[in-house]
């Protein structure tokens, strides 16, 4: 019989603040963290604004032993670290000194490091060859040398945040790190349910880190015309299933859950948050950059999803929707649910929090998860704001601006990343 395998600790690193109840309450309010960009001058963009974390500092979540260890951390590495420690905490797991440390793992869905942008151009403007129109090799490297860091070299490998961790916490159990794009996080707490369940590990700390807000992060996004370019009204910008949206915008951050086997965990007297009861992890099989027209990965992730958890679309009470705001994934993520959920589509509300977050990448779906854990808690269902103009491509309920009261026991939330990623989670309240 497969072990189950329940939420312990959760902690967030987001655009809207760090702490759950706090973030949660803000959410509910329908409050926007879009602004500006502010780590570099994006004046000269297409998109000149994004989701960023404000105010963030490592020190402020380790003792000062640990924040010196893991100074050389790269920025989203420390928000796994940050989110981690504040999982850990909640999780009650700094309370206790019997933990069997090699019984307990890491599974992050983390991505690369920020290039050391100033520095690599700087590399590349001394070293290129006008007359030639090639770039000297020799030159770059001996100017390279002068003033690239090993370390922060090292930092953009996406597997440093999860080495931090297991050395924060001194866990030696598996350690995996998963890079699939938008889904990643989402995939990593599966996997990492998955392992449990088995019994590879008795808990696993799992989640995803991201910051893609740089230079080369944004450019990337913005030749995709993936980005939306409404800069005169960024706060309105992300705008979920509505006729006029025109892209997603860039967030960064962190979400990290403790997950634990249910007898581990009862046994410790941990309070548990929710349990992870049905996973779905498929690809489209089709293009790089676009979702298959009919949606055969998202039905099948979110068909396998409610399959292993044993239940059918009508004991769903909330979608947490993947949700970014361009044209083609909103319009194929509700031909997807319509297909999934046939009757129950149109009774089951569905909601999108990169509308106030933005697009957390790699850190969405485990984000967007604790916001599913936290909607069954307090039976309240956060709004995908900026909904003005319905579109007849989505036609479901988006709980549009203003949060809404629900009985809630069981959440199902989507994540879906280029490449055609499709990953799915159901998660419910704690059973006896």
Same mark, same amino acid.
């Given at each position: ?71 050389? @951390? ?130 696993? +700390? ?51 859950? +403790? ?38 990965? @998202? +039905? ?91 579109? @007849? ?5 988006? +709980? ?33």
């Amino acid at each position: 019989m497969s072990r189950r395998v329940v939420v312990t600790g959760m902690g967030w690193i987001t655009p809207l603040g760090h702490d759950i109840d706090g973030v949660w309450q803000r959410l509910l309010r329908g409050e926007s963290g879009v602004a500006s960009t502010m780590l570099f001058d994006a004046r000269t963009f297409p998109t000149t604004f994004s989701a960023e974390v404000k105010n963030f500092r490592l020190a402020d979540f380790l003792n000062s032993q640990d924040a010196e260890r893991h100074k050389s @951390a790269s920025r989203q590495a420390g928000f796994a670290l940050a989110a981690a420690s504040l999982a850990w905490r909640n999780a009650g797991l700094d309370r206790t000194d019997r933990l069997d440390r090699s019984a307990i793992g890491v599974y992050l869905g983390g991505g690369e490091g920020p290039i050391d942008f100033q520095n690599f151009a700087q590399c590349a403007i001394g070293a290129w060859n006008y007359e030639g129109g090639n770039l000297d090799t020799r030159q770059w490297a001996a100017i390279a040398a002068e003033r690239l860091s090993a370390v922060v070299e090292l930092e953009q490998d996406p597997n440093m945040a999860a080495s931090h961790m297991a050395c924060l916490f001194q866990v030696e159990g598996p350690n995996l790190n998963t890079l699939t794009a938008c889904a990643a996080s989402t995939q990593a707490i599966g996997e990492a349910t998955e392992i449990i369940r088995r019994g590879d590990a008795e808990a696993m +700390i799992s989640g995803g880190c991201h910051s893609m807000i740089h230079p080369l992060g944004v450019t990337g996004f913005n030749r995709l015309t993936a980005l939306s370019t409404r800069n005169d009204s960024c706060i309105t910008a992300s705008r979920p299933f509505d006729r006029t949206r025109d892209g997603f915008v860039l967030g960064e951050g962190a979400g990290m859950l +403790i997950l634990e086997e249910y007898e581990h965990a009862r046994r410790r007297g941990a309070t548990i948050h929710a349990e992870i009861t049905g996973y779905g992890s498929t690809a489209d099989a089709f293009r790089i950059t676009d979702i298959h027209e009919t949606g055969r990965g @998202a +039905i099948a992730a979110m068909s396998n999803a409610l399959k292993g958890a044993g239940v059918k679309p009508g004991d769903v009470h909330y979608i947490s929707a993947h949700g970014t705001g361009t044209v083609e994934n909103d319009k194929i993520e509700t031909l997807a649910i319509r297909s999934v959920f046939g009757e129950h589509a149109r009774k089951t509300p569905i909601s999108s929090v990169k509308s106030m977050l933005g697009h957390l990448i790699a850190a969405a779906g485990a984000v967007e998860l604790i916001t599913c854990i936290l909607a069954i808690r307090d039976g309240k269902l956060p709004p995908t704001i900026n909904y003005q103009n319905p579109d @007849a491509n989505c036609d479901l309920d988006y +709980i549009p601006n203003t949060a809404r009261d629900a009985h809630v026991t069981r959440c199902l939330s989507n994540s879906f990343g280029f490449g055609g990623q499709n990953d799915t989670l159901i998660v419910e309240k704690p059973r006896g």
